[in-house]
């Protein structure tokens, strides 16, 4: 049985992707610790419990069992806090442009729940595009990239258009259904830089499409799920 339900790939090789103090880059190693260290107990508690079961000792493949659930439960508790952490530091208000999510030091699947979930919002608020950063995926193992993918597969279960940007460790995604051919160049700011705002493009109809299933999640206003509006309302 694998260690941990959640892919253990993150985004970058760190997970913050900004200067930022020692303290914090401490506190998420140490919820990411934790998680890690009540999945091997977890491992462990259900290896025991199918060697019990095949010795035909019930009470004690199922008192192994309902432990390795409590430390399941609470390895997913230390994953959840370290994902809202790193979302909360990595995407608050004057760190990053309003039309931009950054999903640095999320697994993959934490950065998919959060991205549709901002998508959806997004959309809700009938705002025309986002920027994903994704990373180039420097630091992936073997060098494969796993959050670019899952966000480009997201993208297409939404029928939503999407174009990789210069920076290839960013994606525009077009929220309003029209077709991308290429993402539009970013403006020159005054100091020589490019904004990552532009303004709002007209919307064409958006043709009906298959709703993608919705996974259960926390309400909106829960957890990281509430912060998105205030972390990084979309322009």
Same mark, same amino acid.
């Given at each position: 049985m694998a260690s941990s339900a959640i892919p253990l790939e993150r985004l970058g090789g !760190?997970?913050?992707?900004?200067?930022?103090s020692v303290e914090l880059e401490e506190e998420y190693d140490r919820?990411? @610790?934790?998680?890690?260290? $009540?999945?091997? %107990? %977890?491992?462990?508690?259900?290896?025991? =419990?199918? &060697?019990?079961?095949?010795?035909?000792?019930g009470a004690e493949a199922k008192a192994l069992s309902n432990e390795g659930k409590r430390h399941q439960a609470k390895q997913a508790e230390y994953n959840k806090r370290a994902a809202e952490f790193?979302?909360? &530091?990595?995407? =608050?208000? #004057?760190?990053? =442009?309003? @039309?931009?999510?950054?999903?640095?030091? *999320?697994?993959?699947?934490?950065? $998919? @729940?959060i991205l549709e979930a901002r998508i959806r919002d997004a959309q809700a608020r009938g705002q025309s595009h986002l920027h994903v950063i994704?990373?180039?995926?420097?630091?992936?193992?073997?060098?494969?990239? %796993?959050? %670019?993918?899952?966000?480009e597969q997201l993208c297409r279960? *939404? #029928?939503?258009?999407?174009?990789?940007? $210069?920076?290839?460790?960013? +994606?525009?995604?077009?929220?309003g259904g029209n077709r991308v051919g290429a993402p539009p160049p970013l403006p020159e700011q005054p100091d020589g !830089?490019?904004?990552?705002?532009?303004?709002?493009? /007209?919307?064409? /109809?958006?043709?009906?499409? /298959?709703?993608? /299933?919705?996974?259960?999640?926390?309400?909106?206003?829960?957890? +990281?799920? #509430?912060?998105?509006?205030a972390c990084c309302t979309v322009m």
């Open positions: !760190h997970a913050f992707n900004h200067r930022t919820l990411r @610790d934790l998680a890690r260290a $009540e999945a091997d %107990k %977890k491992k462990s508690c259900f290896d025991r =419990a199918h &060697e019990a079961y095949e010795r035909g000792n790193i979302f909360r &530091e990595n995407n =608050a208000m #004057g760190r990053i =442009a309003e @039309d931009t999510i950054d999903l640095h030091g *999320l697994f993959v699947e934490e950065a $998919e @729940d994704v990373g180039k995926g420097n630091h992936s193992t073997g060098g494969v990239r %796993k959050i %670019k993918p899952r966000v279960e *939404l #029928g939503l258009d999407y174009a990789s940007e $210069e920076n290839e460790g960013r +994606i525009y995604v077009d929220l !830089h490019q904004s990552h705002s532009r303004p709002q493009r /007209p919307q064409r /109809p958006r043709p009906e499409r /298959p709703q993608r /299933p919705q996974r259960p999640q926390e309400p909106e206003d829960d957890g +990281i799920f #509430g912060c998105i509006k």
